[in-house]
């Protein structure tokens, strides 16, 4: 484990150790718990990691370290990967963005890969992205394919999801012309 010293300067930390931070970061949901009165009290659990997700992203940014945080990424769940996700779309980066594109190969689930594409079209996205655009749009077309095999409400709404999301990128792509 990491031995970190919150008295040094943030850039004092080692690549290999943001990574370690990230590979062992636990999003940790509040809990909710009703008091009785008619009142919701919150309970925030202690995380562990002396820095916020955010920065943690930052810092890979910063060292430039994101094919080595992708290798290490390919070992979390798939309900990790969802969660770093969420965090990742909040970010502005080029390496934001590859990640972004080079995790939807993580999702084996139908449905999870569909809710991480679901906002594509807040991605990073960028007039030197076309060819990510590209991957991405190629990935959601073969997903739409699968769904038009499917019966159900529950393949209806992904694949209203994914036809949304491919106008939505169709739109982007267009601005970059």
Known sequence: MINYD??????????????????NYQFIEPIYHADGFGHLQVET???????SIS?????IELKQQWPDCIK?????????????????QKENSSGVLNCLVKITDFFEASDNRITHL????????????SA????????????ELGLLKEDGLTSEIDLSIVRHSLVALDQI????E
Do not use: G
Request: proline share 7%; glycine share 0%.
């Open 118 to 129: 679901q906002n594509v079209a807040q991605w990073p996205w960028h007039s030197d992205s």
């Open 72 to 88: 290490l990424l390919s070992s979390k769940s798939e309900c990790w990967l969802l969660d770093f996700s969420v965090e990742l």
């Open 55 to 59: 920065r943690l992203i930052h810092f």
């Open 132 to 143: 990510l655009l590209e991957d991405v749009k190629n990935t959601l077309i073969i997903i």
């Open 6 to 23: 919150p008295f040094l300067p943030s850039d004092d930390i080692s690549a290999a150790e943001v990574l370690e931070l990230i590979i």
């Open 45 to 51: 659990p202690f995380q562990a990691s002396p820095h």
């Open 173 to 176: 792509y267009e601005n970059f």
